[in-house]
């Protein structure tokens, strides 16, 4: 899933894909490169960003998702909102990447189970000007596991289907660096409820942090991709469905790789 973000402030490109035909150029760009899923945005969720008005988020994306769809682009819209969710499939997505879990706008379950698209329900806690001090947990993969099943319980009754949904345990909302790391080595566990796992750990702090100088100064964002690789391929071993990310052509070759270690010989 390649990341094509329509807004003036992300927290790793901000600015560069806001104008809306650099938008639509660089998502087949991310297809050219290999990605299977482009992933249109229009709302940061950077920790401490401020909503946009919907009538802003709806002009950033379903343009650049109308393009794409209409160049046969399997497309995403990353919203949390139930009424950018409808225009975007109307446009032609065929994914709602809510990073809310249907939490931020109720309406969204609704909405997606009359529209048979997939549904990405992530584990979410609070918007982003406030989620940091959310980040208390006494075992976060229990706990992460527990509310994505209470997620999936209320948004199945709402009308999704099982079928629709893919889990993601939001690295980096609500988590600090330590919860991340614990996420992804157990994914194992989070897999067992018996749904598509999406990662997303695409140039965010917690590598930066990782890989930071001796002085303890971060690795700056677009500076942590060969890291992102890294965790592309574990989480490909480790049978994610699929990896969100900035940079795809790398990532995608390190999903080949995954595929290739576990599957001697069917790749060659």
Request: net charge negative; hydrophobic share 45%.
């Amino acid at each position: 899933m390649g990341v094509v973000n329509v807004t003036p402030d992300s927290f790793s490109d901000g600015g560069l894909w806001f104008d809306e035909r650099v938008a639509i150029r660089h998502g087949l760009e991310l297809v050219g490169e290999g990605a299977d899923i482009v992933d249109v945005g229009g709302e940061s969720t950077r920790p401490g960003a401020a909503r946009v008005p919907l009538d802003e988020e709806l002009a950033r994306v379903v343009p650049v998702i109308r393009t794409l769809s209409a160049e046969g682009v399997t497309v995403s819209v990353d919203t949390m909102r139930a009424e950018v969710a409808k225009a975007a499939v109307e446009a032609g997505a065929s994914l709602v990447n809510d990073v809310s879990g249907g939490l931020a706008d109720p309406d969204m379950p609704r909405v997606v189970a009359a529209t048979g698209v997939d549904y990405v329900v992530m584990h979410w806690r609070g918007h982003s000007h406030d989620m940091e001090r959310r980040a208390v947990y006494t075992d976060v993969v229990t706990e992460v596991r527990e509310e994505l099943a209470k997620r999936v319980d209320l948004v199945l009754a709402e009308g999704v289907s099982e079928k629709q949904i893919v889990l993601d345990p939001g690295l980096g909302f609500a988590k600090n660096s330590e919860h991340n790391w614990a996420l992804l080595a157990g994914m194992g566990e989070l897999a067992e409820l018996g749904y598509p796992l999406l990662i997303g750990a695409s140039r965010k702090r917690f590598l930066g942090r990782l890989l930071a100088d001796a002085d303890g100064t971060p690795r700056p964002f677009s500076h942590s991709d060969d890291a992102t690789v890294a965790v592309t391929a574990l989480a490909a071993h480790a049978g994610a469905w699929c990896v969100r990310v900035h940079e795809v052509r790398p990532n995608a070759d390190a999903v080949r790789v995954a595929a290739a270690w576990k599957r001697p010989g069917a790749n060659t």
